[in-house]
């Protein structure tokens, strides 16, 4: 079985989802893009995750925002509104009965191509716009056991030739770094950033603990993750010392705990870095009492709503 923080508890209810590609809806097995498709053609597309629970879809402005902050970075025009996006992921949810326990993923390419070419100018459609409802609850036997990492050789990127910020399709490079992990026993990669700090993982946030201070990168060379967001704002609501900072692996490998963060598992303890062990290896109290506030603040969101 794979393990890592996306590990999920398998659901039959899958099989029988219905996806919306253009505000169509089509079985699982149906459901199909063009070859042509820019995303496929040339990774030109963005995409968002959302979560669905008892009703909400968590945190579903700041999604928004940078899913159109990503648009405007990449030059795509959005002919719609996030109001607009909104219902047609609710329309999709509404159609699966889907109330809770739910993964969201919604993808958005520059269009279909006239030619297989870089050039947007040979798009010759609207947007295509793909949302994928899943029943995906994360195991807790996987965040009880924690994952290890390993350091991949291969730098999160420059801003200036692809910027890391971006919620992208081209994640060649980060497939790249995890299959390195993956090749060296780990369950998934730790990045450094062109200087040789601390960065992020392949597919998530990274922070350690330091004698009770919470450290995460800056930034600038990370993806700048709505759960990560979350985790440094209940820690300043909390009273809990949380930095943002450069750091290095003589940092890592001396930290009394490590964590990642994701849209899908929340909190995932780190055990391991590099064969090494992690403070005592186990999901340390900070970083339960940080997966506490943080499930909290989702509760709050709830009642808000």
């Known amino acids: 079985m794979v393990h890592g923080t996306h590990n999920a508890i398998e659901d039959s209810r899958n099989n029988d989802i219905l996806i919306s590609i253009n505000d169509q809806l089509f079985p699982r097995n149906d459901a199909k893009i063009s070859v042509f498709d820019s995303g496929y053609l040339v990774g030109d597309g963005i995409w968002e995750a959302l ?17 159109w902050t990503s648009a405007a ?29 739910v993964h969201v993923r919604i993808m958005v390419t520059r269009g279909i191509k ?8 040979l798009t010759i459609s609207g947007p295509n716009v793909v949302i994928i409802p899943e029943y995906k609850t994360a195991s807790k036997d996987s965040k009880e056991k924690g994952i290890t990492l390993f350091t991949s050789t291969i730098r999160r990127g420059s801003p200036d030739y692809l910027d890391p910020r ?13 299959i390195q992990a993956i090749q060296a026993g780990a369950d998934e ?19 350690i603990v330091n004698k009770g201070e919470v450290w995460t990168s800056t930034s600038k060379y990370c993806m700048n993750g709505i759960t990560r967001a979350k985790v440094i704002e209940v820690c300043k609501a909390n009273n809990i010392r949380c930095f943002e900072k450069d750091f ?16 899908f598992g929340g909190l995932t303890p780190v055990t391991k870095i590099d064969g090494r062990q992690i403070g005592e290896g186990n999901y340390g109290n900070v970083t339960r009492n940080l997966n506490r506030l943080y499930e909290a603040l989702i509760e709050k969101t709830l009642n808000n709503d």
């Open 51 to 67: 979560r669905l629970h008892h009703g909400v879809l968590v945190f579903l402005d700041d999604h928004l925002n940078r899913l």
């Open 73 to 101: 970075s990449v030059g795509m025009h959005l002919p719609f509104s996030k109001e607009e996006l909104t219902a047609k992921v609710m329309q999709t949810l509404n159609a699966n009965k889907m109330t809770d326990g």
């Open 189 to 207: 990669a730790l990045m450094l950033d062109i200087h040789g700090f601390v960065s992020t993982c392949n597919a998530t946030n990274f922070f």
């Open 114 to 121: 006239k030619t297989p070419s870089q050039d947007p100018r």
């Open 166 to 178: 971006l919620n992208c399709h081209s994640k060649l490079h980060e497939v790249q770094a995890l």
């Open 248 to 263: 290095s692996l003589f940092d890592v490998y001396g930290a009394d705990e490590a964590f990642v963060t994701g849209t």
